[in-house]
């Protein structure tokens, strides 16, 4: 994907968010940065296939910030291709707590604690083992 494009679509995915993207480089390495008040920072590494980079990379500087990146490197890591706004949801719900927002879960993971508080267990199980005859 041309690094314009990522750039178009980093600067339209902060207009969701508090983050701002504040730097675009293209030199050496396709790098994203992106900034939110209080001192939040990450960046994003965008994969250039021209010379055989296929996976994004996001890290930060911080060392505030980094355990928090966990959630999107296991997202980035895992099997399939990641597009960028993927990878960048993925980085506002890591740092929901850091943004003073509430801690979001997977809809998913929700709606399956629902079901298994709902199911009660059954009071007339068999029991296992040996029959008394």
Known sequence: MDFKQLVDIGE???????????????SDER???????PGLSFYVLCPDLS???????????SEDCLPFLQLAQDYISSCGKKTLLEILDKVFKSYRPLL???????????????DMEEEEPEADHQQMGVSQQ
Request: glycine share 6%.
């Open 51 to 61: 010379n055989g980079a296929d996976n994004f990379h996001v890290w930060s500087e």
């Open 31 to 37: 790098r994203l940065d992106f900034y939110a008040e």
């Open 100 to 114: 003073g927002l509430p801690d979001v879960d997977d809809d998913a993971f929700e709606d399956y604690q629902a």
């Open 12 to 26: 339209k995915w902060c207009s969701g968010n508090p983050f701002d993207l504040i730097a675009a480089e293209e």
